[in-house]
């Protein structure tokens, strides 16, 4: 069974930067495609960016293509997101996902994703 524990998360005005984290447990960690995914009120969850199991073909959402940027340690069981000029719109919670799946790609469903993290709020304010 994998943990996922995110932290980094908090308010910014918009235009500012933050840095999650998400590190796993009780896994092979480097077997695991790893995603972040969104949801803000009201809406549904959407994927954000991915890294498949095997690195490379790593996937960013076109709403943050330039902006944010996701990477993985396996020596320390952990990926991050890199969000940099972040909008309002980028307001959300943020989940830490990984998939047991050995795809070459990363998958973009939540239905894709075995194991969950809690999430960590993100606001970005005007």
């Known amino acids: 069974q994998v943990q996922l524990v995110e932290s980094g998360g908090g308010w910014v005005q918009a235009g500012g930067s933050l840095r999650l984290s998400c590190v796993a447990s009780?896994?092979?960690?480097?077997?695991?495609?790893m995603a972040w995914f969104r949801q803000a009120p009201g809406k549904e969850r959407e994927i954000v960016a991915g890294?498949?199991?095997?690195?490379?073909?790593?996937y960013h959402a076109d709403s943050v293509k330039g902006r944010f940027t996701m990477s993985r340690d396996n020596a320390k069981n952990t990926v991050y997101l890199h969000m940099n000029s972040l909008k309002p719109e980028d307001t959300a919670i943020y989940y830490c996902?990984?998939?047991?799946?050995?795809?070459?790609?990363?998958?973009?469903?939540?239905?894709?994703?075995?194991?969950w993290g809690q999430g960590t709020q993100v606001t970005a304010s005007s």
């Open positions: 996902a990984a998939s047991s799946a050995k795809e070459p790609l990363v998958a973009q469903r939540p239905s894709s994703y075995n194991y």
């Open positions: 009780g896994g092979t960690f480097s077997t695991y495609t």
């Open positions: 890294i498949p199991f095997r690195g490379g073909n790593t």
